[in-house]
């Protein structure tokens, strides 16, 4: 082929991804109400990873563990507030929705110019990065989010500050949260090729480790109740992803 025929068919498939995720954003409108709670479920009491703390505050007697245990109230203050939220969660759900095949989209389009051994590599990375991904959400939704929420809406700078949370904020700050730690999650694999690219070496990670484990400390600390527990449940998953990222730059290394 050609490179104008490549072009054409880059757009042909950019068109399906774009086709896609807008049938998948009209489906998802009809669930809007659903998805909306399915992200607002992180402040409710009733939530399993908030159960879990104020079942672990009544065991160890400490009432500071117990996060979320009020419902929390959010206020909507724009006239079209309610109806654009209901778009973005439309076209977020309709993107989730549509993930698999986009991929898959991209990965036919891609794989015929590689040989047989890149290929498995290829399907191989493509499978590992969405397994850490997905792992990274779920991590991000039921423990960093009801955290960051609990901190975020009991936070007080002043008594004279009343806090009245929008929705929109609420759902950014999930949002941001989960997607952030499913990013994260997706460290080993960005440093592997970082190291196969020469752009870091293995002894910069290995210097930089104890200040990697202060920083994390750090921000375990100011994000989760006052106590060892909640930290480390932060803590670990984060530094056990540092410790495979200098793994991966071992493996870099030696190919």
């Given amino acids: 082929m050609t490179i104008m025929e490549h072009l054409a068919e880059l757009r042909m498939v950019l068109l399906k991804v774009i086709a896609a995720i807008a049938l998948g954003s009209v489906?998802?409108?009809l669930f809007g109400n659903n998805i909306l709670d399915l992200i607002t479920q992180v402040s409710n009491p009733q939530f399993?990873?908030?159960?879990w703390f104020c079942g672990l505050a009544t065991l160890l007697n400490s009432p500071e563990l117990?996060?979320?245990s009020t419902p929390l109230g959010l206020v909507n203050i724009e006239l079209a507030g309610q109806f654009s939220i209901?778009?973005?969660?439309?076209v977020l759900g309709g993107v989730i929705l549509t993930v698999p095949y986009c991929m898959a989209a991209i990965?036919?389009?891609?794989?015929p110019a590689l040989k047989e051994k890149e290929r498995k590599l290829s399907l191989r990375f493509l499978l590992l990065s969405f397994t850490l991904f997905i792992v990274g959400v779920a991590f991000g939704y039921y423990v960093i989010a009801p955290i960051a929420v609990h901190f975020l809406s009991n936070y007080n700078l002043s008594e004279i500050i009343v806090n009245h949370i929008t929705v929109q904020s609420f759902i950014t700050t999930v949002s941001q949260a989960v997607m952030a730690m499913g990013i994260a999650f997706e460290l080993p694999i960005i440093v592997f090729y970082l190291t196969k690219w020469h752009i870091i070496e293995i002894d910069v990670l290995k210097r930089n480790r104890p200040i990697a484990i202060v920083?994390?400390?750090?921000?375990?600390a100011i994000i989760t109740p006052p106590d060892v527990f909640s930290m480390m449940i932060v803590v670990l998953p984060l530094w056990l992803l540092y410790e495979i990222s200098i793994f991966a730059t071992k493996r870099a290394t030696n190919k």
Wanted: proline share 0%.
């Fill in 66 to 68: 117990c996060i979320n």
């Fill in 215 to 220: 920083v994390l400390l750090t921000l375990a």
């Fill in 48 to 51: 399993i990873t908030n159960r």
């Fill in 27 to 29: 489906i998802a409108f």
């Fill in 107 to 111: 990965a036919d389009f891609i794989l």
């Fill in 86 to 90: 209901h778009i973005k969660l439309a």
